[in-house]
């Protein structure tokens, strides 16, 4: 009897350390990676769809069910308060780039915010002001201000539980890499290189970078650039090699009946070309100033190559070109003081350069001017584009006839 008993406290013991060891699943280590990579995609898919496009900005709509799974989710996976999310995103937007910026790199440092980038979070969500002043509009019943919001904590405990149930002690690795990967990939990574690294498409007002053409690993987010400049837009993508896969899943979600697109990046079209510039050619340059300013740079990068090849035999000169060519179609308060010497030399020594950075200038101030008339920006138009095909420059000269078939 004392043995019958003797082991059936053993085989208790050993049942619970086989349980610690392995979960209710038993998975291999490769099974536990593969989960962590799912469940940390999921999470990622709820900041960029549901609190991202569908909150901060209303590029979207989506169905009760959709919306308080991913609610549901954020409050286990990170104990994310949805007014806080929205209310520093829309801050960020507001002021980007300025002293009150929650979290630019350009303001607190990009060592700050690629390490702290959570701590600057923290501090912006305890602002009241903040939150009286961009939260609006966000969930506001019962369940969010008796759970979500007043216990936002003891999801991600409940998330530890679950993790120790499903894997064992291997668990809590699981566990820890989900409470890093938001403060790693959103406060760190997006807040803090995606306005300091990679390539831009448009010359928005900021900072904003792409810092990859496939938005894989942080949803769609990588395209920052892009989103800053339609930040409106369900879709991040605009370039035909572009990939968004937040809004691949925001597709499919709309085929099932679970999201609605409100609003996708403008697309500049275009018609006959009209005799002269007029209103409704304003309208769409105005419109679509940002697209039409990168036709601009395209054609001075294009510009700068031609006349590097002309300089091949002469280094220092090709170097000149090449800061050129990287910097010349940019606005003048986004260039390093550092190069603009070299940026100046290139244009007192290239005056197809200096005329093409000239008229840039020119176009750039048509939507800027607070103070003209729509008609007299109508004539502005006309004369811009009059100079520019009158200029002796072939890329000027086509890029006003295309201007002048654009149509809003």
Same mark, same amino acid.
């Given at each position: 009897m004392i043995a019958s008993d003797t082991l059936t406290m053993s085989d208790l013991w050993f049942g619970v350390v086989q349980f610690l060891s392995d979960g209710l699943t038993g998975a291999s280590w490769w099974q536990i990676i593969l989960a962590t990579l799912a469940l940390t995609h999921v999470t990622i898919a709820g900041v960029t769809i549901y609190l991202h496009r569908h909150q901060a900005h209303r590029s979207l709509d989506l169905h009760p069910i959709a919306s308080h799974f991913f609610r549901f989710w954020m409050w286990l996976t990170t104990g994310q308060v949805t007014k806080e999310w929205a209310a520093i995103h829309r801050? /960020? /937007?507001?002021?980007?780039?300025?002293?009150?910026?929650? /979290?630019s790199p350009h303001v607190h440092g990009i060592k700050t915010v690629l390490l702290t980038g959570a701590e600057l979070y923290r501090k912006e969500s305890k602002n009241l002001e903040t939150m009286a002043r961009y939260g609006h509009g966000t969930p506001n019943d019962w369940i969010e201000r008796n759970l979500y919001t007043r216990f936002s904590w003891q999801g991600v405990g409940l998330m530890m539980i679950i993790d120790v149930a499903l894997f064992g002690a291997a668990g809590l690795t699981v566990w820890a890499v989900q409470m890093a990967w938001i403060p790693i990939t959103a406060a760190g990574i997006i807040n803090g290189a995606a306005h300091y690294w990679g390539y831009r498409n448009f010359e928005a007002a900021d900072a904003s970078t792409n810092i990859s053409p496939w938005g894989i690993l942080i949803g769609g987010e990588e395209l920052h650039n892009n989103h800053h400049t339609y930040p409106t837009s369900a879709k991040l993508s605009v370039k035909p090699y572009e990939f968004d896969i937040g809004w691949m899943y925001i597709r499919m979600m709309e085929m099932v009946g679970l999201a609605t697109v409100k609003k996708t990046p403008p697309k500049l079209a275009f018609g006959d070309v009209r005799p002269v510039a007029d209103e409704k050619t304003l309208e769409a340059l105005i419109a679509h100033r940002y697209e039409v300013m990168a036709g601009y740079a395209r054609e001075m990068r294009a510009a700068c190559?031609?006349?590097?090849?002309?300089?091949?035999?002469?280094?220092?000169?090709?170097?000149?070109?090449?800061?050129a060519r990287r910097w010349l179609h940019r606005d003048d308060e986004k260039v390093p003081a550092s190069v603009k010497p070299q940026l100046a030399q290139?244009?007192?020594?290239?005056?197809?350069?200096?005329?093409?950075?000239?008229?840039?200038?020119?176009?750039?101030?048509?939507?800027?001017s607070s103070h003209a008339t729509r008609e007299q920006l109508a004539v502005d138009l006309q004369?811009?584009?009059?100079?520019?095909?009158?200029?002796?420059?072939a890329a000027l000269r086509d890029f006003s006839i295309q201007l002048r078939s654009a149509r809003a």
């Open positions: 801050k /960020h /937007h507001a002021k980007c780039e300025q002293a009150e910026d929650p /979290h190559k031609r006349e590097m090849d002309v300089l091949q035999a002469c280094s220092a000169d090709v170097r000149v070109m090449a800061t290139a244009r007192a020594e290239h005056p197809v350069l200096d005329k093409m950075v000239t008229m840039r200038e020119e176009l750039r101030a048509l939507w800027s004369a811009w584009c009059r100079r520019a095909e009158e200029s002796g420059i």
